[in-house]
């Protein structure tokens, strides 16, 4: 059983910066690909950043292009999410994800003040 943990989410205000972490036990971390999603007040989950088993591609959706970076230490099993010029719509639950069997953490809150 993997077990996904992130941490790092606060209150920060508008046009600040923030990292967030997710440690993954186990000893397979290095060989999947894992993403953040996030989940917004009475919105669906929606995705936001990928990463490869390397870290050597990543994939962005649309909204945080040029704001956040997805990066991973294989070592350290862990995945990580720079968030820059946050905006109060980037205020959202932040789930650290793993396709293979479809792991989930369980969220980190990050909230943006105007």
């Known amino acids: 059983q993997v077990q996904l943990v992130e941490s790092g989410g606060k209150l920060v205000q508008a046009g600040g910066s923030l990292r967030i972490s997710c440690v993954a036990s186990?000893?397979?971390?290095?060989?999947?690909?894992m993403g953040w999603f996030r989940q917004a007040p009475g919105k669906e989950r929606e995705f936001v950043a990928t990463?490869?088993?390397?870290?050597?591609?990543?994939n962005y959706a649309d909204f945080v292009k040029g704001r956040f970076t997805i990066s991973r230490d294989n070592v350290k099993n862990t995945l990580y999410l720079q968030m820059n010029s946050l905006k109060p719509e980037d205020t959202a639950v932040y789930y650290c994800?793993?396709?293979?069997?479809?792991?989930w953490g369980q969220g980190t809150q990050v909230t943006v003040s105007s």
């Open positions: 994800h793993r396709r293979i069997l479809n792991y």
């Open positions: 186990g000893r397979t971390f290095s060989n999947y690909v």
């Open positions: 990463i490869t088993s390397t870290g050597g591609s990543t």
